[in-house]
């Protein structure tokens, strides 16, 4: 038997576009040729499995990777179905021909960027001709009596097929690797691409080196002793049945395929049949410092095959602040981006994803409250981005989110709102700054008034949402606002002195700070500690952060200066400030005082800016003299 002919296609076309279109993703043959053998094996399993097939009773079923750098040859050989004369016609010089065509056809006019699902699969066989001047095919076919073929093609566009000599089942690939890309036949790059798209194949790989390094050669008893070793986890732990894992099992199989040090928080095996397959572990990680340097990483597989990470169009983005692995089996993956984020399955299989990180919240918080708090500090990041992005997942977690306090508990918005509703109904005193708000803190504390710590940068838009999805209820930074709560209900002293007292205050403040704009409310709190502090209206704030955002270029008339001096007259350094400004010896020190008391307010509000601060520090010193010489 000697046959040569022509690929039955018009294959002219073809292979400009398809080295063009794969040209960023070369890599993909290696996983495309070993996922052959191991379907090849597969097949072979089912069908002795069957009784259709003679196999040894322990069959060692195995694909190996043979690279040889002095040839520039790269090999893969396994020991499943095999295929004889007919097969090799029909499913290569057909099958695989006409598939490579037709997807050139489909895709020739369509260009997109990046790192493409298309380039991923679809192509099969056919690819080993991105890399290869000639590629050859010998295999025996498990059948009966089946004659061994050799089948052989340079370039891809006209093929011989002969008999061959082979007596082991399975089948053969040998590539020769054209010049541009000789770089393959090396074990180190070979053995990057198979751990990359082939580490959790259900078939057992070798990667073998057919020119050992000269001293591996010398102590080459040693080895010889030593099996081999598969570079692949045959039978990775989200194929398993959640209630057969153990929590070791999940814990390592994360720091081995995340490479992170840390332990996961918890996770959420995937073990879906019906109506989809799907099947995968996801991780919640440990936050590394801050929710902008989080960066997931979710590997999606195609039936053990690594496909790619962080598909934004199967897995909902915000997952992909998670670490884990996704096995779609039925997955559409030979299709474009496009196609695949309207596609009803995709949809089906990123909503029950999304629900089922959702069950696992909630299952959290009802059945796991102290493990649930400790793990927020981690997890709200994820949570809280995930309600922006996901109207779904925020219906689903809305119930769950928790907030810190200033007494250190968490407590969830209804708790806050219902706790809080006698004395600012409908109202969320929130804290940015800690240390900085501390004053209005102590204040907030001494009334036994609540707030809620919201000190991470996706707060701010967090508090967006929250104000629009929760109808009536606003958010007020702690220092935006003097609620009825924090004053003394009865005001001593008539009207006509309070109004005076607030007139006078007024001037001197103005006079002695030199600003005509400033904004004074004297008021009656019930905390005597304070003298004064500075209020800057949600509303303000709100605009002046945007304004930062936007490259801080200041938006006149629309950003007036709104912050108010509150002075509290219930305080004894102000009722001392009363009755020295009309002495004329002691103008100078309540021109001090006056200065170093809206400091210590603006100090509580926000950062001083530089000269504030050198004024501020320089005066501190004079005063502290002052106290030294008895003064
Ligand atoms: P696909 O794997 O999607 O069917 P390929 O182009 O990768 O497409 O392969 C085409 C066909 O060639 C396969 O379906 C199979 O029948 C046959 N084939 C390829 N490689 C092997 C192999 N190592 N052993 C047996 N058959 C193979
Ligand atoms: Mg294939």
Redesign the pocket.
């Known amino acids: 038997m000697r046959e040569n002919g022509n690929i039955a296609v018009h294959t002219e076309n073809i292979f400009p576009i398809i080295k063009k279109w794969l040209y960023s993703d070369r890599d993909i043959f290696i996983r ?2 070993v ?3 191991c ?2 094996v597969s097949k072979l399993k089912r069908l002795a499995s069957m009784g259709e097939a003679k196999v040894e009773e322990n069959e060692a079923y195995y694909i190996q990777v043979i690279v040889n750098d002095k040839d520039k040859t790269l090999q ?1 050989i ?1 020991n ?4 004889t004369a007919e ?1 090799v016609k029909k ?2 010089n057909q ?2 021909f006409s ?1 490579a065509e037709e997807f050139a056809e489909k895709f020739k006019d369509q260009k997109e960027e990046g790192n493409d699902i298309i380039g991923h699969f679809g ?4 690819s080993a001709f991105m890399v290869s001047e000639k590629v050859e095919i010998d ?1 025996l076919s498990y059948q009966e009596g089946a004659q061994a073929v050799k089948w052989i093609s340079d370039g891809g566009m006209e093929y011989q097929i002969d008999t061959s000599s082979r007596a082991e089942r ?2 053969t ?1 040998t590539l020769y690797l054209d010049k541009d890309n000789e770089d393959f036949s090396g074990e180190f790059k070979v053995g990057e691409i198979v751990n990359k798209y082939c580490s959790f194949l259900p078939v057992p790989i070798y990667l073998e080196n057919a020119n050992p390094e000269e001293d591996k050669e010398e102590k080459g008893e040693e080895q010889e002793t030593k099996a081999p070793t598969p570079i692949n986890d045959t039978n990775p732990l989200w194929l398993k049945k959640p209630s057969e894992c153990k929590e070791e099992e999940y814990k390592e199989f994360y720091k081995k395929v995340f490479h992170d040090f840390n332990d996961p928080l918890f996770w959420i095996h995937l073990n879906v049949d019906f109506p989809f397959k799907l099947k995968g572990i996801l991780y919640f990680p440990k936050l590394k410092h801050d929710f902008e340097s989080t960066e997931g990483q979710i590997k999606l597989f195609n039936n053990q095959v690594f496909v790619a990470d962080n598909i934004k169009e199967v897995i909902p983005e915000f997952l992909m602040l998670l670490k884990g692995t996704i096995d779609c089996p039925d997955l559409p993956l030979n299709v474009s981006r496009s196609f695949l984020q309207n596609d009803g399955y995709v949809q089906k299989v990123s909503n029950h994803i999304t629900k089922k990180v959702a069950d696992k919240l909630n299952n959290l918080f009802k059945n796991q409250r102290e493990d649930y708090n400790k793990y927020w500090q981690d997890i709200h990041p994820f949570i809280k981005y995930g309600c922006m992005r996901n109207e779904k997942f925020y219906d689903k977690v809305k119930d769950i989110i928790i907030f810190k306090n200033i007494q250190d508990e968490y407590v969830t918005l209804n708790d806050y709102l219902e706790k809080n509703k006698e004395k600012h109904e409908n109202k969320v005193f929130y804290v940015t700054d800690e240390q900085q708000q501390s004053q209005y803190i102590n204040m907030f504390k001494e009334q036994e008034m609540d707030a809620i710590l919201l000190p991470s940068t996706i707060d701010n838009h967090f508090v967006q949402l929250l104000e629009m999805k929760t109808e009536n209820v606003s958010f007020n930074r702690i220092d935006s606002d003097i609620t009825d709560s924090l004053k003394n209900a009865q005001d001593e002293g008539s009207e006509e002195d309070n109004k005076k007292m607030q007139e006078e205050l007024e001037k001197l403040f103005k006079e002695v700070l030199g600003s005509d704009q400033l904004k004074i409310q004297v008021e009656n709190l019930k905390s005597q500690q304070v003298p004064a502090m500075i209020l800057l209206s949600e509303q303000s704030r709100r605009m002046q952060e945007m304004s930062k955002m936007f490259g801080g270029m200041g938006m006149p008339g629309i950003m007036p200066q709104e912050e108010t001096l509150v002075i509290n007259k219930n305080n004894k350094l102000i009722n001392s400030i009363m009755t020295l400004k009309d002495v004329d010896s002691k103008k100078q020190q309540v021109n001090m005082i006056c200065q170093h008391v809206y400091d210590l307010a603006m100090i509580g509000h926000k950062q001083l800016d530089a000269k504030s601060m050198t004024n501020f520090i320089k005066r501190s010193y004079e005063i502290l003299s002052s106290v030294a010489s008895g003064e």
């Open positions: 495309e040729l996922s052959n053998g379907d090849a893969f396994d499943g179905i095999g295929m097969e499913y290569i099958v695989a598939s192509l099969g066989f056919y295999t399975g089948t690939i």
